[in-house]
């Protein structure tokens, strides 16, 4: 959602909401991830991991979080709640942390920076920004 969101930013588009935009994940940034399977690399046998922040965010949080790091009002599109999307989501990261010695590093509005950052190095490179 983060890289739809700022492509959405970067030609102009309103970022679509569905539904009320209430509903939550667990954002985390492609490091993070990345450093935990690599960890992962290491252990032996099989294990389910949650890699995640353990922290929930809204789409509406997240919007804002976006705002105020471009510092002006982004525009927004309802759309109806998409038929059975899971409301409310965020993993629990214990056993990453017990097994592995993983903690994510990168906070939500660090990682929206970078992304966003990305996203435009991305646009910059195809000749569209």
Known sequence: MVAIF?????????????????QTRDYIYVSDVV???????????????????GMETSVNALIASLEEMLDRALPRRGAPAREGELQRSCLAVGRAKRELGWVPKTPLREGLRKTFSWSLSQKEMQGVA
């Open 6 to 22: 700022c492509d959405d930013i970067l030609d102009s588009r309103p970022m679509t909401v569905f539904g009320d935009g209430t």
């Open 35 to 53: 450093e935990a399977n690599l960890l992962a690399l290491h252990l032996r046998g099989h294990h389910l991991l949650n890699i995640g922040t």
